[in-house]
């Protein structure tokens, strides 16, 4: 199973981006998903997360209103669409997929078993 990150770059603040995640070897249909982040000198932090059909969806407490998390199941393919971006969201984006099939969402980093490579997303004037 590879997760491959892509979309991250450098924007202004105030600016968007829209990152994506394509997985392969497994079809993500019957798996929650989620995106998480690390800067430098900290802890992976949860961002958010979606159900298997995307019926449900999830956000740390200083993204909501302003990332989107999202899927195409038809393309294996999850997406977080970032706006409102602040310096402080510089970090290292990670895809995720767990290991087990659940309805709901997962929060935790150890209910994720598989992770991408991450994409570097730095918000700087």
């Known amino acids: 199973v590879q997760l491959q990150a892509s979309g991250g770059g450098l924007v202004q603040p105030g600016g968007s981006l829209r990152l994506s995640c394509a997985v392969s070897?497994?079809?993500?249909?019957?798996?929650?998903m989620g995106w998480f982040r690390q800067a430098p000198g900290k802890e992976r932090e949860f961002v958010a997360a979606?159900?298997?059909?995307?019926?449900?969806?999830d956000y740390a407490d200083s993204m909501k209103g302003r990332f989107t998390i999202s899927r195409d199941n038809a393309k294996n393919t999850v997406y977080l669409q970032m706006s409102s971006l602040k310096p402080e969201d510089t970090a290292v984006y990670y895809c995720a997929l767990p290991s087990r099939t659940y309805t709901g969402i997962y929060y935790q980093k150890g209910d994720y078993h598989y992770w991408g490579q991450g994409t570097l997303v730095t918000v700087s004037s």
């Open positions: 979606i159900s298997r059909r995307g019926g449900t969806t």
């Open positions: 070897g497994r079809t993500i249909v019957n798996y929650a």
